[in-house]
């Protein structure tokens, strides 16, 4: 049965939204080619978006999955991650499989970068499973590099007793206070990420994928997520802003650092260097568990 991508408003966001037998839904805007929704048959909102997020076309959405490329963060000199989550992605095939967005360089991104390159974001929906890859390919005549991260922001019912386990023994640079160390075993807490916020980087060994568990055992839905990185998301990023970053984030309410956690499969600490023509791909899957 083909099924049907329609073109929607969604909360505000020229988006391309489809919905399965099952009740399962998935929303993906035209910028950025971010995915703001994915529900569950059973009705449940996995991802985080937040309710203040600009909505003019350009500025960052704030919240569901924005693919940071190419370049992460601060690090480089193109404007904070990258200039692929400010620009209109083309929707290039939508069936009960998934969707594809595409965006390759043009003259808004060779104001920023002078490199040409084909980036997809294929999004597959399954029954209690969503998978995101973004396909990179040099489509230039010289080398380039980059630094990416599917940047998702995973919706939880209270952070502050949301856990997350399969970081232990990996390394670790946490960027509020600068420090570097092994994460000992056991699983992650957030309950004392209030004030401060969350940010660290785990470097991730370079052979094997990452297999992650996101688990909220003392809240009543008991919600759990089984998440798995692809062996090219050499990190992975966590961050929550906290309660002091919120005040300061003018597309995010108050609170509303309590109801997410970004886990985001990152490229970043060694650049990803490109020939002439060569591919590469980074993906993050989630599932119910
Ligand atoms: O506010 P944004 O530009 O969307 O960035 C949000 C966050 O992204 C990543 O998670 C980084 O590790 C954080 O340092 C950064 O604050």
Known sequence: MAHAWTRISYEGFAAWCAQWPDGSSAVVAEQGAQLL???????????????????????????????????????????????????????????????????????????YWPHAFDARLRIGVQAGSLSIRL???????????????????????????????????????DALADTRFVQPPGDVGFATTTEQGFDRVFSTPDAAGTALQLRQPEVPSGRRLEIVHSSTASEVVVWNPGLLLSH???????????????????????PVQLAPGQPWSISQTLTLG
């Open 135 to 173: 396909d990179v390919q040099n489509t230039d005549q010289v080398a380039w590099s980059m630094t990416c991260a599917l940047h998702s922001y995973l919706q939880v019912d209270d952070v502050a007793q949301t856990r997350l386990s399969g970081l232990q023994g990996l390394a670790c640079w």
């Open 248 to 270: 300061s984030l003018a597309d995010m309410p108050d609170d509303g650092w309590r109801q997410m956690l970004c886990v985001e499969a990152a490229s970043i600490d060694t």
């Open 37 to 111: 929704s994915w529900k569950t048959a059973d009705g449940r909102e996995h991802l985080y978006l937040s309710p203040a997020s600009l909505r003019d076309g350009q500025a960052a959405i704030r919240g569901g999955v924005p693919v940071c490329f190419p370049q992460f963060n601060t690090r480089g000199p193109l404007p904070k991650h990258g200039f692929a989550r400010n620009l209109p992605w083309q929707m290039r095939e939508g069936d009960e499989a998934g969707i594809v967005m595409q965006l390759t360089d043009s003259e808004a991104t060779r104001a």
